[in-house]
């Protein structure tokens, strides 16, 4: 079965880190740009960065810019999302697909993501 498997989320206090993995089940991630998106409650789901075949960064959102960073490690089939200085305004589902646009990606092609809580 091909599929992303997002891990890594957790709860937090202001200010921490955590580093989300999104790993590839069944097909190998290094053709494929692979974007970061998350959800909050209420909101509708939205980019956060995604990284091309070639590791290049194609964007950051605004709201992350200078505290997370995406990086691949195609050996291990796995995108990271390094996330620090976290805000509660972070928290939120957070999700990674083969898409860097999340109208791009199949409403059944999303995974069950992984959740981030930034609270004290």
């Known amino acids: 079965q091909v599929q992303l498997v997002e891990s890594g989320g957790g709860l937090v206090q202001p200010g921490g880190s955590l580093r989300l993995s999104c790993v590839g089940s069944?097909?190998?991630?290094?053709?494929?740009?692979i974007g970061w998106f998350r959800q909050a409650p209420g909101k509708e789901r939205e980019g956060v960065s995604c990284?091309?075949?070639?590791?290049?960064?194609?964007y950051y959102a605004e709201s992350v810019k200078g505290r997370f960073t995406i990086s691949r490690d195609n050996a291990k089939n796995t995108v990271y999302l390094q996330m620090n200085s976290l805000k509660p305004e972070d928290t939120a589902i957070y999700y990674c697909?083969?898409?860097?646009?999340?109208?791009?990606?199949?409403?059944?092609?999303w995974g069950q993501g992984t959740q981030v809580t930034v609270s004290s």
């Open positions: 697909a083969t898409e860097c646009l999340s109208e791009n990606v199949p409403k059944d092609d």
């Open positions: 069944g097909f190998t991630l290094d053709y494929y740009p």
């Open positions: 990284i091309r075949d070639s590791d290049d960064v194609i």
